[in-house]
């Protein structure tokens, strides 16, 4: 089947640290990867996405590359600021999977001054 | 490019009474549609895809008959909770695909957070 595991949180930085979250999926084909971020009280936005092995998706200063090799696609970022604050969710799609994204659970990142 | 709105953002309601939820696609013909829900400091749990002019495919545990959707057009879908109660108190998402460039991503809407009293 098609599974995403992703770090638990919360995850507490300070302004300007450096952030990884790390996300690793499970797949009989080869699916498309996505980040999406929850700010509070709303809903999901696409943050950054790869469609096939080696791509890197960037927004915002964040990146992350799929990585066929080690079936991942961990989410960075090199300073992060107070505004970053959110739920960060790592998510797949199997093209021909009746376009369903399957999730992982979530990560909380709390940024402080 | 790509925005998806919800309707009303947020609602309370009576124990037994129904309430409707929209979601549209502004700027773009959504072939297919999604509901989630989402419990407080949890993932997204798919409920249904709603596809243009044919009945919805519902996951398994979620009532058919209490979860009522409806995708009319290209840019609408609603859900309809029927004989609300306290437990179907949650924040409600949707999302549409649109099967045109980006075909494999979802653009989600804002949310509807329903309070049952």
Redesign the interface.
Known sequence: GNSVTQMEGPVTLSEEAFLTINCTYTATGYPSLFWYVQYPGEGLQLLLKATKADDKGSNKGFEATYRKETTSFHLEKGSVQVSDSAVYFCASILTGGGNKLTFGTGTQLKVEL | GAV?S?HPSWVICKSGTSVKIECRSLDFQAT?M?WYRQFP????M?MA?SNEGSKA?YEQGVEKDKFLINHASLTLSTLTVTSAHPEDSSFY?C?A?SGGVSR????????T?LTVL
């Open positions: 998806v919800q297919t999604f400091k949890q993932s997204l798919l895809t495919t998402i999302s695909f494999d991503t979802q653009y989600f809407g804002p949310g957070r």
